[in-house]
């Protein structure tokens, strides 16, 4: 009997665009700059800027880097604190101890596994510095809220929507909302360079701070530091399979979106007592990086049957994040807030496929697979 192939939950699409230019780095010969700022380099910057309607953007060679850049840009360092979600990838606190600062752990919105901006003012001390809201499975977080807080305390907000690639906010591309705004290239994102990293401002001060830090802290190609800095810069391979992925993109988001609606239509067959579906608040427009469901009936043991099934269905359902942040042993020495919508979401979502490579029989087995496995489980546990 021939092995069912598994349906990835997450896939890169590569095509002859990005292995042309590609090509047309390694026959200039010239694969990085000192300055980060390379032909390919350069033209990166400038369109993903214009994508997002952004005035500066700042390549990096990973999303991590991306975050450890702004919290520098930002002066955030020893003795600062930053508040940020545990519900989230271990980058955007991991982020925060790389820069020297502690993270604060704050509470999440039970409908959308965001930052709760509620919860900030009970978070807050004396030493808080900025805030990392994250756009969570690429449905971003809510801004306004968490602007106005950072506005009244004299925060900076530093925005990590390495999932939100052509999300929105009340009608701007997320990008150009936040102080700064931190992407990620990684290859499972709606679109990649392999690996790499993008920070987004509207604040000339912020810019020329970023493409210092990138680059041993040098301003230009002088060897003349002006201040501490790393090794983050992008090469120009990476930026050459950006510059094709990023004219794909608006596809790829359109694909996505239709991809999670058909997940919608056939899964809203399911009680909200045995499943509870993404939604899109009012203001906020999703990206789909992934489609996640939760299953409000079930405790760890019972999502992860759940995923089991799916994955003997050829399914490659998963959890993010199955260990919030505040749990993991690294991080369990830093404040946390009362993270009962975290801890609870942890044991209940789990994500499903809704990447542009996806047919419509694939979109019918996910559908179907997923229903048979809640009502069997919940029915059995």
């Not at 020329?208 to 003349?224: M, P, Q």
Request: aromatic share 8%.
């Amino acid at each position: 009997m021939k092995a069912r192939q598994m349906i990835p939950i997450n896939v890169p699409i590569i095509g002859e665009e990005e292995i042309r230019l590609v090509l047309e780095v390694l026959k200039s010969g010239v694969l990085t700059s000192r300055a980060g700022s390379g032909s390919m380099v350069a033209k990166f910057e400038e369109e993903f800027a214009k994508f997002v309607d952004a005035k500066y953007a700042v390549a990096a060679n990973s999303g991590t880097a991306a975050l450890h850049m702004a919290l520098l840009a930002a002066g955030i360092g020893p003795g600062d604190d930053v508040l940020v979600p545990s519900f989230t990838f271990v980058a955007t606190a991991e982020a925060v101890v790389l820069a020297g600062a502690r993270p604060i752990f704050v509470d999440i919105e039970p409908e959308t596994y965001c930052i709760d901006p509620t919860k900030l003012e009970d978070a807050l001390t004396e030493k808080t510095k900025a805030i990392i809201p994250v756009d969570l499975y690429g449905l971003p977080a809510d801004l306004k809220p968490i602007l106005d807080f950072a506005e009244e305390h004299d925060l900076t907000v530093i925005e990590d929507a390495a999932q939100a690639h052509g999300a929105e906010y009340n009608n701007r591309k997320i990008g150009s909302v936040s102080h700064m705004t931190c992407f990620s290239f990684y290859p499972s994102k709606n679109m990649t360079t392999g690996e790499g990293g993008m920070v987004t401002t509207n604040i000339e001060e912020y810019a020329e701070k970023l493409r210092a830090i990138r680059s041993h802290g040098e301003k230009g190609d002088t060897y003349y530091s002006v201040m501490v800095g790393h090794n983050y810069r992008m090469p120009e391979i990476p930026a050459a399979i950006g510059l094709a992925q990023l004219k794909k993109l608006p596809k790829f988001l359109k694909k996505r979106r239709e991809n999670a609606e058909a997940l919608t239509k056939g899964l809203k067959q399911l009680e909200p007592s045995l499943a509870k579906l993404p939604k899109e608040p009012k203001g906020r427009r999703h990206s789909w990086y992934l489609y996640t469901i939760r299953l409000p009936w079930a405790k760890a043991e019972e999502r992860n049957r759940v995923i089991q099934r799916l994955r003997s269905e050829g399914i490659a359902a998963t959890t993010y994040y199955q260990t919030p942040i505040h749990k993991m042993p690294p991080y369990k020495k830093y404040p946390s807030r009362n993270l009962k919508e975290t801890e609870k979401a942890a044991q209940q979502v789990l994500s499903l496929p809704t990447h542009p490579a996806l047919n419509k029989k694939q979109l019918n087995h996910i559908t179907k697979a997923t229903k048979e496995a809640i009502k069997n489980i919940s029915y059995h546990k």
